[in-house]
């Protein structure tokens, strides 16, 4: 039981390291800017962040916006029979009156 325990553990903190990683890298990212030592701030020359750095442009997941849906019920529309219940009389020939008493000798 205690192995399970520790397994479970481990694999909880390998999976917060490996998700928390990511945003601190991402959170410490910085373009670094030069500038030369000179009498004119005119001469300081920034870097350009391009558009495409993977660091600056990773998500984790990309979340989509939500859309609006429209519901409409589907309506069922079933015809119901009348059931007219009629008193209905049933004949039953009779076979023999004795058809079910034991044999008997005469």
């Known amino acids: 039981m205690k192995a399970k325990k520790t397994i479970r553990t481990f694999y909880a903190w390998t999976l917060l390291l490996v998700f928390l990683s990511a945003f601190v890298l991402k959170s410490s990212h910085y373009h670094y800017v030069s500038c030369h030592s000179s009498h004119q701030t005119e001469a300081c020359h920034h870097t350009v962040v391009q558009p495409s750095c993977s660091i600056c442009e990773f998500t984790m997941h990309k979340a989509t916006e939500a859309q609006f849906i429209e519901f409409v019920p589907v309506i069922k529309v079933t015809l119901l029979h009348k059931y007219i219940v009629s008193m209905q009389t049933v004949?039953?020939?009779?076979?023999?009156?004795?058809?079910?008493?034991?044999p008997c000798q005469a």
């Open 91 to 102: 004949y039953r020939p009779v076979g023999s009156i004795n058809s079910h008493s034991p």
